[in-house]
């Protein structure tokens, strides 16, 4: 069956230190894969977009690798802020079905 | 510019009735999806239309129902609730549709459907 995990529901670290937060999937071929933050109460905010055939991507203290032959992508954040605190959501195109999955995403937390 | 609306905020039903939630796209954008948040899993995908037309269905009953307007903006419609409908509606707008959900999403707050 289909499926979309990300690591763990929660994920705690100091403040500073690398968050590193994956996304696995199965039986799916996605010719995308995008990250979002979303805040309590609040819609998901777009992050980040690689193409299958990218490896890496980076913006500011963003990371996201992309390994079609693992199935998963991994989503780093750099010198972590309690302000980057929030769940982030992997999502997947679903071609042909003009559909999009998400993951249940991960919660950060990071202390100071 | 401002962002994706959605209305009302919250909502508060009871099972069998019918609800309506109201989706204005960011200004430009022609297209418009509508997911399904419940309370600590992703966002579920519903509709996405574009131009007016529906692009794409997830695996909804046929108790939800959409549409888009001339002017881009979006209804999406549920009959006959249930209490395992109660969740956060999101709306998303892009500004293209390419034959897939490639674009970039711009999320609204979402609104709160209570069914009792």
């Known amino acids: 069956s289909q499926k979309i995990e990300q690591n763990s529901e929660a994920l705690n670290i100091q403040e500073g230190k690398t968050a590193t937060l994956t996304c696995n999937y199965t039986?799916?071929?996605?010719?995308?894969l995008q990250w979002y933050r979303q805040d309590p109460g609040r819609g998901p905010v777009f992050l980040l977009l690689?193409?299958?055939?990218?490896k890496e991507k980076r913006k500011e203290r963003l990371k996201v690798t992309f390994d079609t032959t693992l199935k998963q992508s991994l989503f780093h954040i750099t010198a972590s802020q309690p302000a980057d605190s929030a769940t982030y959501l992997c999502?997947?195109?679903?071609?042909?079905?003009?559909?999009?999955?998400f993951g249940a995403g991960t919660r950060l937390t990071v202390k100071p | 510019d401002a962002g994706v609306t959605q209305s009302p905020t919250h909502l508060i039903k009871t099972r069998g009735q019918h609800v309506t939630l109201r989706c204005s796209p960011i200004?430009?954008?022609?297209?418009v999806s509508w997911y399904q948040q419940v309370l600590g899993q992703g966002p579920q995908f519903i509709f996405q239309?574009?131009?007016?037309?529906?692009?794409g269905r997830g695996n909804f009953p046929d108790r939800f129902s959409a549409r888009q307007f001339p002017n881009y903006s979006s209804e999406l419609n549920v009959n006959a609730l249930l209490l395992g409908d109660s969740a956060l509606y999101l709306c998303?707008?892009?500004?293209?549709?390419?034959?897939?959900?490639?674009?970039?999403?711009?999320f609204g707050p979402g609104t709160r459907l209570t069914v009792l």
């Open positions: 039986n799916y071929s996605p010719a995308y």
């Open positions: 200004s430009g954008h022609k297209s």
């Open positions: 998303a707008s892009s500004p293209t549709f390419t034959g897939g959900i490639a674009d970039t999403q711009y």
């Open positions: 239309y574009y131009e007016k037309e529906e692009r």
């Open positions: 999502a997947l195109d679903i071609r042909p079905y003009n559909d999009m999955r």
């Open positions: 690689i193409r299958e055939n990218e």
